[in-house]
C-alpha cells in the first residue's frame, strides 16, 4: 500500500487536472519498470478500472523477456488484464529511415490507440513523472524553444494521460522500496549516449550542487510558464482573428478544399510583438523561425526599402508564403499545372478548374454582355486549333481598347493581380500562338467585332467548384 502522503498528492493532482473519471476504463503502459509499476498500483489502489499494456521491442535480448516475464507475473498477482504484444523495432526504423527511438514511439502508441478502441477506454495512462518535465524543459532549452517548449511535459494531452507528473523519481522509489515491491531496472537508461539520459546522468546531478533543489524550482517555473502560456495563447487568438481573413482557393481535382490565410500586414505591425505574432500564424504551415526572421525583417524595413519585400515568396515543404501589398498570403503549395489544352473546334472543355464553352453565332443574333466571363470574337480573325494554357514568360497582347502590345505579367501587376492569382489565370491562344483572351481579364483588341463581322465566336468560361470537378474526376 503507498502512503496517505502519496495517496494524497497523487490524487489531489489527478483531481486538479481533471485527468481521470470514476466511471472511465483506463489502459495503464506497463514496462516493468519502477514508474510504470508504480502507476500501475496506484491507480488499482485507487479503485480505477484499468487493464495493462505491455510492449516488448526485442531491442535488448533476454532483458526483454525478463520485462515481459515480470509484467506478466505481477499482473497475474494483482489480478489485472494484461495485454502484450511483440515489435521488430529495428526492421522499422530501417523501413521508416528513423531513429530505433523514435520508432518504438511510433508503434507503441499505435498500439495503445488501437487496444483503446478495441477496449473502448477512456485514455491511456503512462508513467512520466517530475523528473521527466525538467528534463524535457532542459532538452527544449537547449534545442531553441518558445514559451511551450519551457511549459514542460503536459499533464493530459488528448487521450494520454500523466498522472505522476506531481511526483519526483526518488518519491517513486522511496514508495515501491517501503513497499518492498520489486521492478525490473531497463539497461539502456544508464547510457549516457542518449541525450535525455546525458541531462538526467550528469547534467541535473551538476546543476544540484549549485543548488540542491534545481529540479523542483525548475518545475515551478515550467508551472508559471504554463499558466503564462495560457494568456500568450489568448491573445494570439485575439491578434488572429483580428489580423487574418481565410479566403477559398479554385479547385481542383486534388486539392478541393484548399484555403488562402490573409495576414493584414497593418495589423501584424501593430501587434505587442509582430515577429512571434507572425511565427504562432505561419508555423503549422512549416515555416521555421528563421524564415519567420526573414520575412520579419523585411516587413519592419520595407517603408525604406519597398522593392526588397514586395513579391518576395518563401516555400515550406507544404506551403507558399507572398508578401504582397498590405497582406501576407499563404497558400497550398500548387498542384503541377496541366499540360496545354488543344481545341480543336467549338464545344466544352475541362482546364484545372476552368470550363470552358465555345459556340458559333451571328452577329445579328449576338447578344453582347460586358460580363468578364464572355468572349466576344470576330470568327474570321481567329485561327483554330486553339490552346488554352498558362501564363508563359514574355507572353504580349494587346488589351482591348488600347493600342501597342504588352506583356501579360506587367498588365497583371498594374491591375493588382498577385503573384499566386497570375498563376491561376490561363490565355487563350490561337493556331498561330497569337493571345486572343487573358482568361475572364481582358480580350485582345485584334480580335474585336466591328459592323463588318459576319460570324462571332463566343467563348464563356465557368469557375468548375468541388462538386463538379468531383463528378467529373
Known amino acids: 500500500m503507498f502512503s496517505q502522503s502519496f495517496i494524497k498528492k497523487t490524487a489531489g493532482f489527478i483531481h486538479h487536472h481533471q485527468l481521470m473519471e ?42 526483454s523477456m525478463r520485462d515481459e516475464h515480470f509484467c506478466q507475473a505481477l499482473c497475474q498477482q494483482r489480478h489485472i488484464p494484461l495485454h502484450i504484444t511483440h ?78 507528473l506531481g511526483v519526483t523519481h526518488n518519491e517513486i ?37 549549485i543548488n540542491p533543489s534545481a529540479k523542483a524550482c525548475i518545475a515551478k517555473t515550467a508551472e508559471r510558464l504554463t499558466e503564462a502560456a495560457k ?60 524564415q519567420t526572421e526573414q520575412i520579419n525583417h523585411l516587413l519592419v524595413n520595407r517603408s525604406q526599402h519597398p522593392d526588397k519585400a ?9 506551403h507558399q508564403l507572398l508578401i504582397d501589398r498590405g497582406a501576407l498570403l499563404i497558400e497550398p503549395i500548387a498542384d503541377m499545372p496541366q499540360k496545354p489544352m488543344r481545341i480543336p473546334e467549338t464545344g466544352v472543355y475541362l482546364f484545372e478548374h476552368h470550363k470552358l464553352i465555345l459556340k458559333t453565332m451571328k452577329q445579328e443574333e449576338t447578344s453582347i454582355s460586358k460580363d468578364k466571363n464572355m468572349l466576344y470574337a470576330d470568327l474570321s480573325k481567329v485561327v483554330f486549333p486553339l490552346t488554352l494554357r498558362h501564363i508563359a514568360q514574355g507572353d504580349r497582347f494587346t488589351p482591348f481598347g488600347m493600342k501597342g502590345s504588352r506583356l501579360v505579367s506587367d ?49 464563356r468560361c465557368e469557375e468548375m467548384s468541388s462538386e463538379n470537378l468531383s463528378c467529373q474526376s
Open 310 to 318: 514586395q513579391g518576395k515568396m518563401f516555400v515550406s515543404s507544404t
Open 87 to 164: 515489435f521488430d523495432t529495428v526492421t522499422f526504423a530501417q523501413l521508416h529511415k528513423i531513429s530505433i527511438e523514435m520508432a518504438a514511439r511510433k508503434l507503441r502508441y499505435a498500439y495503445f490507440n488501437s487496444l483503446m478502441n478495441d477496449l473502448h477506454a477512456t485514455g491511456i495512462c503512462v508513467g512520466h513523472h517530475q523528473d521527466d518535465s525538467v528534463e524535457t524543459v532542459i532538452i527544449n532549452l537547449l534545442r531553441g524553444t518558445g514559451i511551450h517548449g519551457l511549459t514542460g511535459i503536459a499533464p493530459k494531452n488528448g487521450h494520454i494521460i500523466r498522472p505522476l
Open 173 to 209: 522509489l522511496a514508495e515501491l522500496d517501503a513497499m518492498q515491491q520489486d521492478y525490473v531496472t531497463d539497461s539502456s537508461n544508464l547510457c549516457d549516449e542518449v541525450v535525455r539520459n546525458k541531462i538526467r546522468l550528469h547534467v541535473l546531478p551538476l546543476l544540484q550542487t
Open 231 to 290: 494568456i500568450v495563447d489568448e491573445y494570439m487568438a485575439e491578434t488572429e482573428r483580428c489580423a487574418t481573413t481565410n479566403i477559398p482557393l479554385p479547385s481542383s481535382s486534388s486539392r478541393q478544399t484548399a484555403q488562402q490565410m490573409r495576414i493584414d500586414i497593418g495589423a501584424l505591425l501593430n501587434s505587442a510583438s509582430p515577429e512571434m505574432v507572425l511565427f504562432h500564424l505561419i508555423n503549422r504551415f512549416g515555416f521555421n523561425a528563421d
Open 22 to 63: 470514476r466511471t472511465g476504463k483506463y489502459i495503464v503502459a506497463l514496462s516493468g519498470g519502477a514508474d510504470s509499476v508504480a502507476l500501475t498500483l496506484l491507480l488499482q489502489q485507487l479503485g480505477y478500472d484499468i487493464e495493462a499494456a505491455h510492449c516488448n521491442f526485442h531491442l535488448r535480448g533476454e532483458e
Open 411 to 459: 498588365y497583371l501587376t498594374d491591375r493588382k493581380i498577385n503573384l499566386f492569382d497570375k498563376a491561376r489565370i490561363p490565355v487563350l491562344a490561337d493556331a498561330q500562338g497569337k493571345i486572343i483572351w487573358l482568361v475572364n481579364e481582358r480580350a485582345d483588341n485584334g480580335i474585336r467585332i466591328t459592323p463588318s463581322t459576319t460570324d462571332v465566336l463566343v467563348v
